[in-house]
């Protein structure tokens, strides 16, 4: 495997999870996706780990019961696998910045110290984000880490986009919209100049489908209005998780139900959404390849509330120039985009069924009043690019 001066090592810790990679200037070298962290029953954590071609170099169990296990074994593993891939610096992505960090952001232990007053924020993830940079600035302090935030896209927002109708002193708390998906949707409006001017300068809706699930509005570039809010179970039904929701299903369900706290957060977070509607799964294909009511009926449903958020976040820009297709479900789910692109017709969308089929870039007809594009998201490479800048300025 060859050597890089340049390497940047990417993490991403979810609550269970932890995805890694090394990247080079231009592709990855290595990428590593470890599972069941923390998890007492059944099969312990598990490394998945492939090379830059996608050969497997291992999959099996490892001596890891938390985050920083796990990246104490595989920064062993790869200094006796692989001596050469030694990272100059590492980048993370943070999911909550909350009002002060909004750029990508050098690690300092005053940092880590902002990052941790947000917990209370985003307490099923900002812990999980924290766990790894901890663990790499004290086991390499002279490694420079970056913090990348996903709410900082949005911050470009209005005071009253971002505002609940609850009374301000609530919001001096900073209960207020703040979004998510951000470092996805700052790559698409990178790519955008590339693929369509006209798209990147104007008014376009980027749909962000995958497990999770969210739309930003750009205005030539920037974020204008996003369908997640405070959290990131807020707008669209997603894999299992609910999406909006009236408040009062949630008092009814604590005052009548008697249902806590713990409870109401795992039927919202793991019981809802594709899996509770369908009662099958929570993966888009599983639902496509399976021909019962009720999982057509998910389908549609995730589809119809897409639609219906296209149209408010059009309301927000003032019209619609541009629909952008993204992430897992966005970039290779052909008949979910077919149904959205139906649904939202009266914007003047007009899609090339072939071309949609074949999971195209364009897939606009000439005669559509609003171009459709299919664009791959690339969220390490966000981050890298982000990793790149900061050390030559630093």
């Known amino acids: 495997m060859p050597t890089n001066e340049n390497l940047i090592a990417i993490v991403n810790a979810g609550s269970a999870t932890l995805k890694f990679s090394l990247l080079g200037v231009e592709d990855a070298l290595l990428r590593v996706l470890i599972e069941r962290l923390g998890q007492t029953e059944g099969e312990g954590p598990r490394a998945l780990i492939k090379d830059a071609q996608g050969g497997l170099l291992l999959d099996g169990p490892i001596p890891a019961l938390n985050h920083g296990e796990a990246l104490a074994w595989l920064f062993d593993w790869i200094a006796q696998e692989h001596p050469g891939l030694s990272p100059v610096a590492v980048g993370h992505r943070v999911v909550h910045g909350g009002d002060r960090l909004?750029?990508?952001?050098?690690?300092?232990?005053?940092?880590?110290?902002?990052?941790?007053?947000?917990?209370?924020?985003?307490?099923?993830h900002q812990p999980h984000n924290l766990s790894p940079i901890r663990f790499i600035a004290?086991?390499?302090?002279?490694?420079?880490?970056?913090?990348?935030?996903?709410?900082?896209?949005?911050?470009?927002?209005?005071?009253?986009?971002?505002?609940?109708?609850?009374?301000?002193?609530?919001?001096?708390?900073?209960?207020?919209?703040?979004g998510f998906h951000g470092l996805s949707y700052e790559y698409i409006a990178s790519r955008l100049p590339e693929v369509d001017a006209q798209a990147a300068d104007g008014r376009t809706i980027v749909c962000h489908l995958g497990n999770g699930a969210s739309l930003c509005g750009l205005q030539a570039g920037h974020s204008v209005a996003t369908t997640m809010a405070f959290t990131a179970l807020e707008g669209l039904a997603m894999g299992t998780r609910s999406g909006s929701i009236d408040p009062g299903v949630l008092l009814h369900l604590m005052d009548q139900e008697k249902m806590t706290v713990g409870e109401l957060s795992n039927l919202l977070y793991k019981q809802s959404g594709l899996l509770g509607i369908s009662g099958i799964s929570s993966d888009m294909r599983d639902l496509l390849a399976d021909t019962s009511e009720e999982a057509a009926e998910a389908v549609e449903y995730f589809c119809y509330r897409i639609a219906r958020a296209i149209g408010s976040q059009a309301a927000a820009l003032g019209g619609l120039d541009a629909l952008v297709f993204t992430g897992g479900i966005g970039e290779h789910a052909a008949p979910v985009r077919a149904r959205i692109c139906e649904l939202s017709k009266w914007l003047g969308v007009v899609i090339d069924p072939v071309a949609n089929e074949e999971d195209q870039i364009i897939l606009h007809t000439t005669g559509s009043l609003t171009k459709v594009f299919v664009i791959p998201t690339n969220e390490e490479r966000m981050i890298a690019i982000h990793v790149r800048q900061l050390l030559q300025t630093a």
């Open 102 to 124: 909004q750029h990508p952001t050098l690690v300092t232990p005053a940092v880590i110290e902002q990052i941790e007053s947000l917990v209370s924020l985003a307490p099923l």
């Open 138 to 178: 004290q086991r390499f302090p002279q490694l420079p880490q970056v913090a990348c935030f996903d709410t900082a896209f949005h911050a470009s927002q209005s005071t009253i986009e971002r505002m609940f109708a609850l009374p301000r002193s609530w919001s001096d708390k900073g209960i207020k919209r703040y």
